[in-house]
């Protein structure tokens, strides 16, 4: 029996990147510095930059960096949020930890992203903001989310979690709206050693106040201005991340290059992800669609057996996640994330993904549409 593929090759990526991780770590070590100090700042300038925004405030994590945006931004019990039916769990529980009412949206089955009409129609004079999520590494429609929340006077802030990298019209995801935040989880396209988040805005003040909070509300010398948390991204994570900065826009190009050889030999046999017109997707998941829940597990049996692992991102909408049971939200229609819960399945990508894995991946989905 052949090795499994990875689902997400990291062992690849560490190998790739191994001596000049080891040489950034062993910097920090020997400068006995762990929070705060030129890592950090370094990572910020060096990821604002790669934005195109003015600042950048490094979190321990993207749940943290959602949850200290929406703190900043004054936002909390008695109003209301838009969000995605169909996401990670992540971009609501900030909502819930704020006080705040999430009020869930429907997606567009091409792009996996907010539907913008779909939340016109959620509108109510309690809505304070709206999170589109650039789902699996395709931008949502930020340009037309950004120019609505201005004319509504609600703020727009990204889930950019999964998009580093992305784009729509040349600006980067990130750089849209009143804010957003990103992930270095280690699967991410810009993956860390561990957990990591920032936040991006143009908006100054909106990032001194992420700032204080994510160290305790500190304004002085143990002085609290305000209460807030310790949510910061330590050094050697930092140091890390610039390390993996270095490659990043190969892998954009490695991980478009993988998408592209999907869709070449799938493209004719299933339901392939497609990109908008001047966008471009960092290719966080690979996501196909198919006709039914019953053909999808047999399709994923089928895979599994010949060592290849597929993941369902996501099995059912999120407001039907029983931790969400007991709690205080608004359902508008969702029958697009109903519908495509029982559809999707994603095949394994990442930048290091190897040649011939892929070509078992290919093969193996190609063997089951031809005997399905
Ligand atoms: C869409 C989305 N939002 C939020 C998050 C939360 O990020 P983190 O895992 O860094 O807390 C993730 C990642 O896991 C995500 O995929």
Redesign the pocket.
């Known amino acids: 029996m052949e090795h499994p593929v990875p689902f997400v090759d990291l062992q690849s990526l560490l190998r790739r990147q191994m001596g000049e991780l080891r040489e950034a770590l062993d910097e920090v070590l020997q400068s006995g510095r762990f929070i705060g100090g030129p890592k950090v700042d370094e990572l910020e300038q060096a990821l604002a930059d790669l934005v195109g925004v003015p600042h950048a405030v490094a979190c321990a994590?993207?749940?943290?960096?959602?949850h200290l945006l929406l703190m900043a931004a004054g936002i909390g019990p008695g109003d209301e949020v838009l969000v995605p039916d169909f996401?990670?769990a992540?971009?609501v529980e900030a909502v819930l930890l704020v006080g705040a009412t999430p009020v869930f949206v429907d997606i567009e089955a091409e792009t996996f992203s907010m539907d913008l009409a779909a939340a016109q129609r959620a509108m109510s004079d309690k809505v304070k903001a709206v999170v589109p999520?650039s789902?699996f590494g395709h931008p949502a429609h930020l340009a037309a989310f950004e120019a609505w929340c201005e004319n509504e006077g609600i703020l727009m802030l990204e889930?950019a979690?999964?998009s580093m990298g992305a784009s729509e019209g040349g600006r980067r995801s990130g750089s849209f709206g009143n804010a957003a935040f990103t992930?270095?989880?280690p699967a991410?396209p810009l993956g860390g050693l561990g957990?990591?988040?920032m936040v991006f805005t143009r908006d100054g003040e909106l990032a001194e106040r992420v700032r204080r909070l994510r160290h305790h509300g500190e304004t002085g010398h143990h002085l609290h201005g305000e209460m807030g948390t310790n949510a910061r991204l330590n050094a050697l994570q930092c140091a890390a991340l610039l390390v993996r900065l270095r490659s990043f826009p190969q892998e954009l190009q490695w991980r478009q290059e993988a998408a592209e050889r999907y869709e070449a030999a799938l493209g004719g046999h299933f339901v392939t992800p497609k990109v908008r017109e001047g966008a471009a997707s960092s290719w966080a998941q690979y996501t196909l669609r198919l006709p039914d829940a019953q053909q999808r597990d047999a399709f994923r049996d089928s895979l599994q057996q010949r060592g290849v692992p597929t993941v369902v991102h996501y099995p059912r909408p999120l407001h039907t996640q029983p931790g969400l049971q007991g709690r205080s939200y608004r359902l508008t229609p969702t029958p697009v994330s109903e519908r495509v819960c029982g559809e999707v399945v994603s095949l394994p990508i990442s930048a290091d993904i190897q040649g011939s894995d892929q070509r078992r991946v290919i093969e193996a989905a190609l063997e089951w549409a031809g005997s399905a």
């Open positions: 994590s993207g749940t943290v960096a959602e996401t990670f992540a971009t999520v789902l889930d979690c999964q992930s270095f989880y991410k957990d990591g988040g």
